[in-house]
């Protein structure tokens, strides 16, 4: 189940090296364009000096899960041209903030949370990127909208001035490589659908319509021979997390 090897004293530079690696030979496998896979780089819990250090090695694609903590991150690191991506479960209080200060979320899975952001997303900035987090293996523990329900939400957050609709996110319950490959199939599967089912998508948004937000150090290479274009990555580049 491991796709990583090596050992969390190998330095950042080696462990980044060797993940861009894996997206690269999954990426091959797969017969898709290496470009066509993002690496996330999931830095909850890691301090502002790490995010830096891989900023400088080339990665600009951050994810937080726990928005105080963010928030210090981005402003310390506000000098830096770094996209920020929210990837963790939002409390309506949290709103706001997200709305302001993140280029990408990817955990909405409510119409109430999706209605707050667009109506404070500020006026000029470019709407805030949405991806649907879909609750794939019926999980009570897990955030997520049921896979039943997407469609529903997709078509509201289609229509919401705020915000654009990019694509669909999960976590798959960790289990086996068998199960989450199912698990990562059937969420490409709603993507596609989504194409045919939100009331008044013309073509450009529906060009935009490209996103899957799936795969982490465990699983990426797997999410990838599926179709993933986000995949999230902490532990495999970071070591692992206290
Ligand atoms: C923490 C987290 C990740 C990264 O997990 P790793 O196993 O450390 O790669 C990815 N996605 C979400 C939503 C997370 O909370």
């Known amino acids: 189940m491991y796709a990583i090897k090596g050992s969390s004293s190998d330095s950042l530079a080696q462990r980044y090296a060797r993940v861009q690696a894996e997206i690269r030979a999954a990426s091959d496998a797969a017969g898709r364009r290496e470009d066509a896979v993002h690496l996330l780089a999931v830095s909850k819990t890691r301090p502002a000096s790490?995010?830096?250090?891989?900023?400088?090695l080339g990665q600009c694609d951050f994810g937080e899960n726990y928005l105080q903590e963010a928030l210090d991150k981005i402003e310390a690191l506000r000098d830096l041209p770094l996209t920020w991506h929210f990837i963790g479960p939002i409390q309506s209080n949290k709103t706001r903030d997200i709305a302001e200060h993140f280029d990408w979320v990817h955990s909405v899975d409510?119409?109430?949370?999706?209605?707050?952001?667009?109506?404070?997303?500020?006026?000029?900035?470019?709407?805030?990127?949405?991806?649907?987090?879909?609750?794939?293996?019926?999980?009570?523990?897990k955030s997520g909208v049921a896979?039943?329900?997407?469609?529903?939400?997709?078509?509201?957050?289609?229509?919401?001035?705020?915000?654009?609709?990019?694509?669909?996110?999960?976590?798959?319950?960790?289990?086996?490589?068998?199960?989450?490959?199912?698990?990562?199939?059937?969420?490409?599967?709603?993507?596609?659908?989504?194409?045919?089912?939100?009331?008044?998508?013309?073509?450009?948004d529906a060009a935009k319509l490209d996103t899957l937000s799936m795969g982490m150090s465990d699983d990426f290479s797997a999410a990838?021979?599926?179709?993933?274009?986000?995949?999230?990555?902490?532990?495999?580049?970071?070591?692992?997390?206290?």
């Open 147 to 204: 896979a039943a329900d997407a469609a529903a939400l997709a078509a509201a957050v289609h229509a919401l001035p705020g915000l654009a609709l990019r694509g669909l996110m999960a976590i798959p319950r960790a289990d086996s490589n068998d199960h989450n490959a199912a698990a990562f199939r059937t969420l490409a599967m709603t993507l596609s659908s989504l194409r045919n089912t939100i009331p008044d998508l013309n073509t450009q």
């Open 50 to 56: 790490a995010i830096a250090d891989l900023a400088a």
């Open 110 to 141: 409510r119409e109430k949370i999706a209605r707050r952001l667009s109506e404070q997303r500020p006026a000029h900035l470019p709407p805030l990127k949405v991806c649907i987090q879909v609750n794939i293996d019926d999980e009570d523990s």
């Open 224 to 242: 990838i021979a599926e179709g993933a274009t986000f995949v999230r990555i902490g532990t495999a580049l970071f070591g692992p997390r206290d």
